[in-house]
């Protein structure tokens, strides 16, 4: 699957910005990422041509990290914090309270595809625990009621 020529063009001003090929890899991923929601082993073979490196170094960058997905994921991802801040605040209620509206486990995804559920180390907003990221938005101090209208603005999406 070739990259389309806007995605093209996008990756080769994050590489042209980088100091090396090799040190834009996680942008690129990220870049790659946001455009179709997970990084297939094609995309990531895509991704190591243009940096000039090993599939095989893509592909432990790729799987390193939670933040990238190797398969297909929800529309949506949220990560609840499961940090001391948030832990001593009720972060797990949050999360199991989540997980039965969804229906779901952590590190699944609901079977209409649009929300992804995942735990994160802390999200650097400890002051207002609990604390979910929403995609980009952080949603604070969390209540059972705020969870049931951040789930359904989700789903209506
Ligand atoms: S511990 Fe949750 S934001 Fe820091």
Redesign the pocket.
């Known amino acids: 699957m070739p990259f389309s020529e806007p995605l093209k063009k996008r990756l080769n001003t994050i590489i042209s910005k980088s100091e090396t090929k090799r040190s834009a890899l996680i942008p690129v991923l990220r870049e790659i990422q946001n455009e179709y929601g997970s990084l297939s082993s094609e995309s990531m073979e895509e991704a190591a041509k243009m940096l000039e490196i090993s599939p095989s170094s893509v592909q432990n960058v790729a799987t390193f990290y939670t933040m990238f997905f190797t398969e297909p994921a929800g529309k949506h991802i949220v990560w609840v ?7 001593l605040r009720g ?1 797990e209620h949050v999360e199991h309270y989540m997980c039965d509206k969804l229906g779901i486990k952590t590190g699944e995804t609901t079977p209409d595809g649009k929300i992804t559920l995942m735990e ?12 979910i990221l929403v995609d980009d938005t952080l949603e604070e101090n969390l209540t059972k009621e705020r969870v049931d209208k951040v789930i359904e603005e989700l789903s209506k999406d």
Do not use: I, K, Q, Y
């Not at 914090?81 to 832990?87: D, E, I, N, P, V």
């Open positions: 914090c499961r940090t001391l801040s948030c832990a972060a994160a180390e802390c999200l650097a907003s400890c002051g207002t625990a609990p604390v």
